[in-house]
């Protein structure tokens, strides 16, 4: 049997260490060799002896929160030993290796796996107070390990060196260290261009020493964020 798709480029790639890898752009192996954690509903194939365990949001704890912000990561836990390809509605697939001392906080929608190392809790994002539907929390990743993100598309990493604004629904992660806050766009001579169907238009900015992650496409708003602006300050109590 011939077809181009049995093309080299197309076949599994292997390794000889457990762990993430790109398949290709828009799929991810795990070489599995003890515990992964991973978005629910994201395994397309596996191979081996592999179990599945939905954990919600990652704890009774993280549960609450997801359930007050709309915000986090349903996630299932990946146990065993085996070969598990994960995708997204062909979205782009990115590796983050992340380092003791660093902290990504990243919007819970663009999470598709990550190494039971890292520890993750949903934070509100500064500077949001209850301003825009763009969404006020965010989860924060921190320890060592490697997590895997998606965008619609091929990502900009802008590096903060001079203030940085960029379109809520477009910002997919950035350092955790950086200063967040929201404008109205008729502050920046926006006006209406980036209205929302909310009516609503803001643009975030960034100050400080780090990166930001912007995909070119928007993410819908947050669902619930009504409930969020109602209660933003008793949530904000909460969560700290």
């Not at 836990?77 to 598990?84: T, W």
């Not at 509100?124 to 209850?130: E, I, Q, R």
């Not at 910002?171 to 929201?182: F, I, K, R």
Request: net charge negative; proline share 4%; charged share 15%.
């Amino acid at each position: 049997m011939r077809s181009a798709l049995f093309s080299a480029e197309n076949l599994e790639k292997e390794s000889q260490q457990p762990g993430m890898r790109l398949q290709n752009s828009k799929m991810l192996k795990i070489e599995l060799n003890g515990e992964a954690m991973a978005r629910v509903g994201s395994m397309v194939a596996y191979q081996g002896q592999v179990q599945f365990q939905a954990l919600g949001s990652g704890g009774i704890g993280k549960f609450i929160k997801q359930r007050l912000t709309g915000e986090g990561v349903p996630l299932m836990k990946l146990s065993g030993r085996g070969d598990v390809f994960l995708a997204e509605l062909s979205k782009d697939v990115h590796i983050i290796d992340l380092e003791p001392g660093d902290a990504l906080s990243i919007n819970g929608s663009s999470v598709l796996a990550f190494d039971s190392t890292l520890q993750y809790d949903i934070k509100m994002v500064g500077g949001m107070g209850m301003a825009s539907s763009a969404g006020l929390f965010n989860c924060v990743f921190t320890g060592q390990g490697r997590i895997a993100i998606t965008t619609k598309g091929t990502p900009v990493v802008l590096n903060v060196d001079q203030p940085t604004y960029v379109d809520p629904q477009a910002a997919v992660c950035w350092s955790a260290n950086l200063q967040t806050g929201y404008h109205r766009a008729e502050q920046l001579g926006l006006g209406s261009l980036l209205g929302r169907s909310t009516g609503e238009a803001f643009t975030m900015s960034f100050a400080g020493q780090g990166f930001v992650v912007v995909q070119p496409s928007e993410e819908p708003p947050v669902q619930g964020s009504g409930v969020q602006q109602q209660q933003g300050g008793l949530l904000g109590g909460l969560l700290q």
